[in-house]
């Protein structure tokens, strides 16, 4: 057969991809096997793949192709999240390109328009997933705006109401003036920035004292109704009952003592702003202060403020400087450094403000998701995250659950003309229930609550309603096969920013309406950040697209460079040279297959050193298979892929290929023996199986090269490769093989020799023959490998642990070099015998270590000394 002499990844991925595909390999149904479900991270339908997803998606797709090897029915579910905030903003956007306002359409009107945007833009980064190789179960795609989906997050809603764990009130939320909605505390993003510390004097009333307090939002000056100290602070007790004037609006505001405030920092006076601080709110609640909220719900000066009406907010800020510098109200401005909370969505400076929004208290329903975590119910990949999620989760916050969007499960709130409120699915449940509080109810008065639930709410549901989006209404016990089949699912692979935002609610939802938790293992990725250390972003142009990676690298060179650093809760520094190594090794293991496949075969007798290489590379093979094994169940995913990598690159290539590869003779290849190349390609075929989770691609393209094969006789249905018996002392009589290897090439190096010069190596001992002398004559290109009890004259020596070699080299060896370098190799290890020493003249540690450590250094020291006299024994003769 014909091998293409170079691989060609696109034409690969494209055919394998849909062959796939076609034979339906992705595809799962609940059968009598083990399940292995993973849900995917639903990604915005806003969005577009990028090097996060990559990371994040690699991940998966490794975990799912692995256990489909292994026999499990694996099933990988697929989906988008409709998040609301972001698709919003883009459809308003997209209207107003066409002179269109929302203000101008009806809810209905402006959803059409969403719904229209989904399906034309909605999918894409499904469909680049594809090409990155994702073996998904399409068909069980989701979207967390179905119908059936959206049915649930409403039935949530009124039971969490009807249960007394939601409620509607004004509290101080997080507003996003440009979202022109509430977000929650976790999607506000805290950054540092330049901002001025502004001492403005406030007017003692009736004298023409002043007290000062320093403020960064001069803005919010009309909304204070008090300035307050603390009780203990001398400067202020001849004030107590005095009333100070709030600047620019003249009004006489209380000067109030608190313990709140800390005297010792700043002037030790605060202006109260309850609308705008949420330590300010309090205060006025505790004082029962007015609330003046000087804001509008797009940032500008509202009527209530009384000056400054209309202006933008930093506009304002700007000009009332320039105001009370004017008035003589400014005591000095000083430049600072402060955290300023910004929109994660829109990125917009975040104002708390007051408003009416809907709750949900999260001490009522949190506990059985800390457990889980604290009790190792679910794990926390790494565990450094645990400490994290425990603060968070025994101080949370009620969860502010409503959102003023029209994109969205809208909330199932009713309300009459007179104040009452009932919760419920449609209209005419609403009016029934009305009724019942209000005889004389006119139906047509009735509305709907207009804001929609956060798009978190739906997301937390997700392990569920993918699978049976009926559970809240029926329950476990009448749960679908699908759900009892498939959850709790196995692993979920996540970022930690959204540790709370989703993971924790999941874990809560999951309790909540199964008793059970939703998944076992969480993996926390890192952040993807460039060289110099920054997250990748488009803002700063830093960020490659992931489709081009993979245009230039092929797709398995890409998954391999994303994973072949990244340890799991560590952030991964990439550099595109990850990705063109991943290429290099798809590259050597296209030219490993060439190699085998041009080997002769012929009716030629085995040679003895292939017979040895064979038995060690199935020693090696099931022993980094074990080792391999065991770094996917503690998912350390880089330390996996780099035993594979090691294996195919040293182990395969480097060592077994050069030992078997038969021998030039005349400028042609001489034949391979049949036993020694079927056992090649089962070797082949077994690396194959252990690459494919990291490389699907090639690993199925050599498949089948490898042999003829059915359509479905394919590489990502194969079984995964079982550990044989291991010899262990094999394994490390060869590994001394491989040093007096490099020691002879290495002496080749420095005394200038031609690699096709034939030298002999003389082992210092008694023995007759050792297992892998052949392979060692034929990797160091020997004309002997020998035994002796005495040491050759004009002989260049080594030592490999306690054992003397020597290489004989007549007139190249130069007695004074061979003094210099024995010398300091016997300082060194007369330096490590001291140390050794001194760590067993103490009783200390012979007393408290564990036994076998101790056994350990008195072997050391025992080597040491041996290897100490053969060093000396060397020296001597010269």
Known sequence: MEISKTYNPQEAEQKWYNHWLQHKFFKSVPDQREAYTIVIPPPNVTGVLHMGHMLNNTIQDVLIRRARMQGKNACWVPGTDHASIATEAKVVKLLADQGI????????????????????????????????????????????????????????FIDLYNKGNIYRGVRMVNWDPQGLTAVSDEEVIHKETNARLVYVKYRIEGTEEFITVATTRPETIMGDTAVCVNPADERYLHLNGKKVIVPIVNRPVDLIFDDYVDAAFGTGALKVTPAHDINDFNLGQKHRLQTIDVLTNDGKISEAAGAYVGMDRFACRKQIIKDLEEQGL?????????????????????EPKLSMQWFLKMQNVSKPALDAVLNGEVKLIPDKFINTYKHW??????????????????????YDKQGNTVVCKTKDEAIKLLKEKNASLNPDEITQDDDVLDTWFSSWLWPLTVFDPKIVQNGWEKANADLKYYYPTNDLVTAPEILFFWVARMLIAGYEYTGKKPFTNVYLTGIVRDKQGRKMSKQLGNSPDPLDLIAKYGADGVRVGMLLCSPAGNDLMFDESYCEQGRNFW???????????????????????????????????????????????????????????????????????????????????????????????????????????????ITEELWHLVKERTDKDCIIVA????????????????????????????????????????????????????????????????????????????????????????????????????????TKELEYNQGFLKSVQSKL?????VTNAKPELVELERKKMSDAELKIKALQEQLSTL
């Open 101 to 156: 306002k929302k203000s101008d359409l009806t809810r209905e009107e402006f959803l059409k328009h969403a719904f229209d945007w989904k399906d034309k833009y909605g999918g894409i980064i499904l469909k680049q997933l594809e090409k990155l190789g994702a073996s998904c179960d399409w068909d069980r795609t989701r979207f967390t705006m179905e119908n059936d989906l959206s049915e649930a997050v409403i039935d949530v």
């Open 841 to 845: 003249a103490n009783e200390k540690f």
């Open 587 to 697: 590259n050597k293991v296209w030219n490993a297959f060439r190699l085998i496949k041009g080997f002769e075969v012929g009716n030629v007798p085995q040679p003895e050193a292939s017979k040895t290489a064979i038995t060690w590379f199935e020693n090696k093979l099931s022993e980094q298979l074990e080792i391999i094994n065991d770094h996917y169940s503690k998912y350390r995913m880089s330390d996996a892929l780099m035993a594979t990598y090691k294996l195919v690159w040293d182990d395969f290539c480097a060592w077994y290929l050069e030992i078997i590869k038969p021998e030039f003779v005349d400028g042609k290849a001489m034949p391979i023996d049949q036993t020694t190349y079927d056992a090649t390609v089962d070797f082949m075929e077994s690396l194959l199986k252990i690459m494919h989770p990291w490389m699907p691609f």
């Open 393 to 414: 989760m025994e101080n949370v916050h009620d969860w502010c659950i409503s959102r003023q969007l029209w994109w969205g499960q809208r909330i199932p709130a009713w």
């Open 719 to 822: 079984s995964w490769p079982e550990i044989k018996a291991i010899d262990a002392r094999q394994l490390a009589e060869f590994e001394v093989s491989k040093e007096i290897v490099a020691m002879v090439r290495n002496v080749r190096q420095q005394k200038q020799l031609s690699p096709k010069e034939k030298l002999s190596v003389i082992e210092k001992s008694d023995a007759q023959r050792s297992y892998f002398d052949m392979a060692i004559i034929k990797l160091a290109n020997l004309s002997s490998f020998s035994y002796s009890t005495t040491k050759p004259e004009g002989a260049f020596g080594f030592t490999i642990k306690t054992t003397e070699f020597f290489i004989p080299l007549a007139n190249n060896i130069n007695a004074e070099e061979e003094k210099v370098r024995l």
């Open 330 to 350: 400014i005591e000095k401005i000083e430049e600072i450094k402060n955290k300023v909370g910004y929109s994660e969505r829109t990125d917009a400076v975040i």
